[in-house]
């Protein structure tokens, strides 16, 4: 076998990419196409006086500009609140909002012309910080709050009227005051997570051609039904009136789900009648979106032998400028903060607040990294109160698989102490004392946010080709290829005659979207069912031409076994339907009444991992190398092992990134690293030396042949890990990340 077949047979994608084949929204060129170029705020919250565009509309090249004037009759829209203007009308309220957007010929000219529109503003108090929008004399960000129910997640938003909070999220179980008030110690800690981008390769790039009643979406959206749906509602359109194409996409990381730019790049196509296009720099995508920073506050009460009997969290969520799925991240923080604990008494309070910044919205495992780094670093500051080792504290405290950490969420499907010994086993027994070489653990355990409903198709030709038509996006995980794999193994043939489509609305049938760790389980479930159909039906029809029992008939390579003979899929098809010509259509679905029902209880499976790291300080400066890492998940069962380990390495990584280098920064409400060359991200020469990826199989997961989602897991640990082994070995607590050369040198001046 050649390396390029070796290649194709893992991913069918990975030739194209290398050799640049691969076709993006920003290598795509439609008919007529206009250039759009969007002017953004300098302001962090403002009234807008007057918009002039006239200069601009008169540039050499420029076909129009669109304002708020332009588009204010659409009202707002948004995932969860609705909030959000198509362009800002009267006021902005973060550095970087969109008030008008240049089209032109060509995209020199339009960003000529857009230097020649000129805004007033007319300055606003403002709140750019959580403890800012939380003050008793904060002004609003926003004079109401416009809740939807159901729209994108079940349930909606739970904001507080007349101040910025915009969800809340509450949950007690037991008593904690009665367990506090026997506890033998009590423990409180408090820490604080940053904004973080994505960081996607590939800035938010969208086509849009409105022509008539009918509206094309070219975008590298993750969510595309979301974004279907949000663009009918905004433009009154029925929803077959509204494609959207999802060619390859370079990257999302959640920074791509839900809904982006694509109302606005409509809204320009809309204005002038033709195809507009808007590709964003990686600075202008800097200024789209961002993980949501936290404040967290975390106490624990334990008993004489060191098991935990309570727990609070009282955590904020910066949700900047626009709530997007603010809601969600809260609330997951909420369920995420309890770790794969046995507790038996819980006070969760999580909120996510309105501030001038740049909105927040999902990243790779929403809520996850906030929840766990407040966790985990606070677990060893336990451990370390009471005498016990990290390691034999959160072993005598962990949730045996089968029991509930919370009454109304799923028993934990996992071993976490086999995960626990995993990782210790793979990096060997502990440094000596006197080395230099410190080490720290940490756990995590995550209730992806799935919507259980997906569907599939699979046609079976009469050459033995497969298209398999699904909405799911390939991201770069790797997703068509395991779809391609699901089906060829369920059809029983080869993965080389398998293509699955582009993603396109037109074509594949509904799904949710792509994240929460569920393209594997629940479109990969619609997959297996289209071909289970699809082979029910060619089997069927052999059984009923030839006059054959069923249980005599197999599929094999190129067609169907009788024991006797294999018939040919062209020669099935012929004689069943006497031209030469034909093809099955087997169709895949999932909703939460599958499985009887069992898929409606959430989550549908846990994602966990563990992690363990070896970290090296130079004390002089306050660097930190990591060494060694070893990370753990149980994953049900591996489709794809080569994207499998890479999932869990990539993961790993950027959450080496926020622990160590990330945060977008502001100051008073002014992004002052919001480019490229200014926000750090890992490099090769951070990866650690030795790196051990660890999957384990039990195929007892809900999707096809026992697997689980994976791929948010590993993010999860790695900070607090390494947090952990610098309280371990050098005697120093960091609480707010990342952990600078700077933090840690302080750290060390200061520590007793």
Known sequence: MDKATALMNVRADLIEKVTGRAEFVTDLDVPGMLHGVVVRSPAVHARIRSIDASAARSAAGVVDVLTGADVESFGQWGLLLRDRPLLAVDRVRYVGEPVAVVIAATIEAAENAAEQVYVEYEELPRAATIEAALAEDAPLIHDRHDSINDFYFKGGAKPVANTNVFHTFCNDTGDVDAAEATAAYIHEDRFRFPA????????????????????????????????????????????????????????????KASVKIEPLVAAASWKVGRPVRVAQSLAESMLTCRRLGADIRIRTAVDAEGRIVAKSAKIVMDGGAYADTGPAVATKTANRIIGPYAIPNLRLDSSAVYTNTVPGAAFRSIGGPQAVWAAESHMDNVAAAIGLSPTEFRLRNLAARGQRIRPDLRALDVDMSELIGLVGQSLGSNPQPSSSVARGLAV???????????????????????????????IGQGSHATMARIAAQTLN????????????TAVAPFDWGTGASRSTVIVGLSVENAAQDAAKQILDLVADVWSLPLDQLSLVPGGVSTRSEVLTFHQIFHRAFGVDSGEVIGRGAITPRSNNGAFAEAPLFWETAAGLAEVIVDEDTGQISLKRYATAADVGRVVNRVAAEGQDEGAAIQGLGHALFEALEFEDGQPINATPIDYTIPNIDDVPETFSTILVENEDGPGPRGAKGMGEGAILPIAPAIANALYAGYGIRITDLPMTPEKVWRALKQRS
């Not at 355990?445 to 046609?459: F, L, Y």
């Not at 043939?493 to 396109?504: E, F, R």
């Open 444 to 474: 995590g355990a995550t209730d992806p946010g799935i919507v259980p409903i997906g569907n599939a198709v699979v046609r079976l030709k009469i050459d033995g080709s497969v298209l398999v038509a699904i909405a799911s996006v390939e």
């Open 196 to 255: 973080i981008f994505h960081y996607a390769m590939e800035p938010h790039t969208v086509i849009a051609d409105f022509r008539g009643n009918a509206l094309t979406v070219w975008s590298g959206a993750q969510t595309p039904a979301a974004v279907q749906k949000v663009l009918s509602r905004i433009f009154d359109l029925q929803l077959a009136k509204v494609r959207v194409i999802v060619p390859f996409v370079g990257g999302g990381f959640g920074g």
């Open 493 to 504: 043939q080869p993965l080389s005659s398998v293509t699955v489509l582009t993603t396109d």
